[in-house]
């Protein structure tokens, strides 16, 4: 009894924990802008679409976004919302330091939006709506998008530094970064799966190429020309190096090869519990797709502001003058 006790207040906590991150989530509803803007998912959808097909890695910049704003408080735009001299947001927090692209696609977004229905599609939908869509222009699964999200007043760059995992982090570190969020080892794997699109800056990888034992020996040699010790840190490689446009399940091919780019990534197959988990994903790329997706949908519940918490904001990148 002793000895279970902690573990089972430990769950209780965290199932507590997870139905307050999510609790919000059931304001939410597919067809949120049925009536008040109609032509809201067609116009993001036909923007995404020839952002992507002019640069496939626009895609990937879209995606991650997503990522960056719902991991920090919620999905509620915190990470587009530029600093001013009183306001520090998050995008010069490291994760997101010189590596955020695409907010000129959101603007360009926003701006028909707001011409077609003024006031109504939140900069948080947008985020979400222009993520799956970029998944599915590259080739990869496709999803209903639960929509009615609002737009926060505030950002936090200490929670985006503490949040956002980092590439240096140990399997241990990932699971543990993804189930306070309320994510299971397997769908932190399905969704690290992102990385099948999109490139990494050398900062960010450069430790695993003079460091690291679970390497590819001709991998890292090729990584070292356009990463040395001391060099450039935003050369650019990309992070399935087998098809790096197309949304497959490449990536964990990769892994069991020792192609990962980064650290964290190669955490996912190197003797732990989730090998299991990529050797299931490069064997049926159909459960790939679809614990991706599901896992997308998760992630767009986590703690949104809804009804009249928050505000629709004019600007993506600022808040609104009242
Ligand atoms: C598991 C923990 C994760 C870590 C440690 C991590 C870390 C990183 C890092 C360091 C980069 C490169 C940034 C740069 O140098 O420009 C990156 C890029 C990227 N990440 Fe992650 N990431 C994680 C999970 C995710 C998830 C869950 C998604 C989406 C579902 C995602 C999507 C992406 C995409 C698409 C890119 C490429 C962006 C571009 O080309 O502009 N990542 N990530
Ligand atoms: C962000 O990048 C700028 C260079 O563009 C650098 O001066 C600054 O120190 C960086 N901040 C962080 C937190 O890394």
């Not at 007043?153 to 503490?162: E, Q």
């Not at 980092?166 to 241990?172: K, N, Y």
């Not at 960010?204 to 890292?220: C, E, K, M």
């Not at 790329?285 to 809804?306: E, I, N, Q, R, Y």
């Amino acid at each position: 009894m002793a000895s279970s006790a902690p573990l089972c207040h430990f769950s209780l906590l965290l199932l507590i924990f997870n139905l307050l991150l999510g609790l919000n989530s059931a304001h939410l509803s597919m067809n949120f802008y049925s009536k008040t803007c109609p032509h809201a998912l067609s116009i993001i959808k036909t923007t995404v679409y020839n952002a992507v097909k002019l640069q496939p890695r626009m895609g990937a910049s879209l995606l991650r976004f997503h990522f960056h704003d719902c991991f920090v408080n919620g999905c509620d735009a915190s990470i587009l919302l530029e600093d001013t001299a009183t306001f520090i947001g998050e995008q010069t927090a490291a994760p997101n330091n010189n590596t955020l692209r695409g907010l000129n696609v959101v603007d360009d977004i926003k701006t028909q939006l707001e011409e077609s229905c003024a006031g109504v599609v939140s900069c948080a939908d947008i985020l979400t709506v222009a993520a799956r869509d970029s998944v599915v222009v590259l080739g990869g699964p496709t999803w209903n998008v639960l929509l009615g999200r609002r737009d926060s007043t505030t950002a936090s760059k200490d929670d985006a530094n503490t949040n956002l995992p980092a590439p240096d982090s140990s399997l241990d570190k990932l699971i543990s970064s993804f189930a306070i969020k309320g994510f299971t080892a397997r769908q932190m794997v399905a969704l690290s799966g992102g990385h099948t699109i999109g490139k990494a800056g050398c900062a960010t990888f450069r430790n695993r190429l003079y460091n690291d034992s679970i390497i590819d020996p001709s991998y890292a040699k090729w990584l070292q020309s356009i990463c040395p010790q001391s060099g450039d840190d935003r050369s650019l490689a990309p992070l399935d190096i087998t098809s790096p446009t197309s949304f497959d399940n490449s990536y964990f091919k990769n892994l069991q090869c020792k192609k990962g780019l980064l650290y964290s990534d190669q955490q996912l197959f190197s003797g732990g519990l989730t090998d299991s988990i990529v050797e299931k994903y490069v064997s049926h790329p159909a459960k790939f797709a679809k614990d991706f997706a599901k896992a997308m949908v998760k992630m767009s519940k986590l703690s949104p502001l809804t009804r009249t918490n928050g505000e629709i904001r004019k600007d993506c990148k600022k808040i609104n003058y009242y």
